[in-house]
């Protein structure tokens, strides 16, 4: 197994801010937005954009929430384990809001898909956008693409891209490692 | 670990400790879910499930049947009122017919104790043991500890007395066993003459006194007085049960403490609990009826998974 660095630090930290850029761009003061996070990688991702939209953006009220897809993948019974469940938080309706999905990699848009089956239980938003720090190009089973991408990566399928936050691993990195 | 340790739930006797732990954990999640606007996922929609209830049951079947619906399984009911089993069918041929039909699990009441164990050995299916006789009614069993859970904030050091016909009723040696499972401390209480006549060997307290069981313990399960099973009297009449194994609200309010009352329905009001105790805000019946859908809902669903595509 050898793994190499794909972003350091540095490169993560300014990508953030490129993305939370972006994201003001289109949504302004976030009255009517609301960014979701995908259990359980995508959560240190909104979480940390979020943090940047308040303390260096000075963006106030932003409505944020955590979203689990167990229930809705597609691939129940199909592998060896059972899928362990994480904890949905949304406290507020998405009727007729602009939602924008955040996940950490981008890889056979299957999450996604069941994202957008999973979020129709809380009602029917808006629009629905993704934001990804890193998309896997090539290798999708479904036609999903980003509406923000933060790094676009060319790997195999025998190559697994994993995501490093400060918060959990201690160190802010995007790693490609050989399996 | 994210997977149960049996392929059918039989009985709380089967599961261990971590077994419990994950449905809970699954629970969770899925009492979440059954609070959304939208209360379904789709996880189970290539699954069949039959619901055969060989007894009479309002609450468990439609617990169960929602579950089932929530997790968008395919389900049919059997009722054997109106069955073939009156015209002398055996249970491994009514459920093998059933099977046929392409059936992935089986979730059975029976008036016979060890029925779905017999059914497990026999049938290709998974089975979900909703009540065998006087045996076990492990959903029952793990609702409750859960509403203890959610109630006091673990099940571990509680004092849970059990009320009642502990002879004739299923959910109590259920409850022992999950409750034990769990690090509960667990005392029956009732007329000498429902009581079994060995049950301390299960490691429990055995107490006739109604008053000094309530003293002593932070949750009473309150069972109804199982009319039906009695072939003989076990008592001289039910005011005289009421008197001394009934709870009021009188009662309630002379302990030192406050205690939660549970019953796992159907209520005889006025017999085992007063209507004041049972609408009281020590009573947590309703949200047992909330948390069993949510209960139900885990079990299938992680028994399901392990059913290979």
Known sequence: ?179 | MSELSVNHLLGIKYLNKKDIQLIFETADHFKEVINRPIKKVPSLRDITIANLFFENSTRTKLSFELAEKRLSADVINFSSGQSSVKKGETLIDTVNNILSMKVDMVVMRHPNPGAGIFLSNHVKASIVNAGDGAHEHPTQALLDSYSIREKLGGVRGKKVVIVGDILHSRVALSNIFALQLQGAEVMVCGPKTLLPKYIDKLGVKVETNLRKALNWCDVANMLRVQNERMDISYFPSTREYTQQFGVNKDLLDSLDKEITIMHPGPINRGVEITSDVADSNQAIILDQVENGVAIRMAVIYLLASKIKH
């Not at chain 1, 106030?60 to 691939?75: C, E, H, M, P």
């Not at chain 1, 629009?127 to 991408?149: V, W």
Request: hydrophobic residues 40%; glycine residues 4%; charged residues 30%.
């Open chain 1, 1 to 179: 197994m050898s793994q190499k660095v794909l972003l350091n630090a540095k490169e993560v930290n300014i990508i953030l801010h490129r993305l939370a850029c972006q994201l003001i761009e289109k949504h302004n003061d976030f009255s009517n937005t609301v960014l979701i996070g995908l259990q359980p990688r995508g959560v240190y991702l909104a979480d940390r954009l979020t943090k940047i939209l308040k303390a260096d953006y000075k963006v106030k009220n932003i409505k944020s929430g955590q979203l689990d897809i167990t229930f809705y993948r597609d691939d129940f019974r199909r592998g060896d384990k059972t899928l362990k469940a994480n904890t949905t938080e949304l406290d507020f309706l998405v009727e007729d809001k602009n939602i924008v999905f955040i996940d950490d990699v981008l890889y056979t848009g299957r999450s996604i898909r069941a994202a957008l089956t999973a979020i129709q239980s809380f009602g029917r938003p808006n629009e629905i956008e993704l934001l990804t720090l890193i998309d896997r190009r090539f290798s999708r089973h479904l036609p999903i693409q980003p509406d923000y991408r933060g790094r676009q990566v060319d790997a195999i399928n025998n190559e697994k891209v994993i995501v490093h936050w400060q918060e959990n691993e201690g160190e802010d990195a995007v790693y490609l490692i050989e399996k």
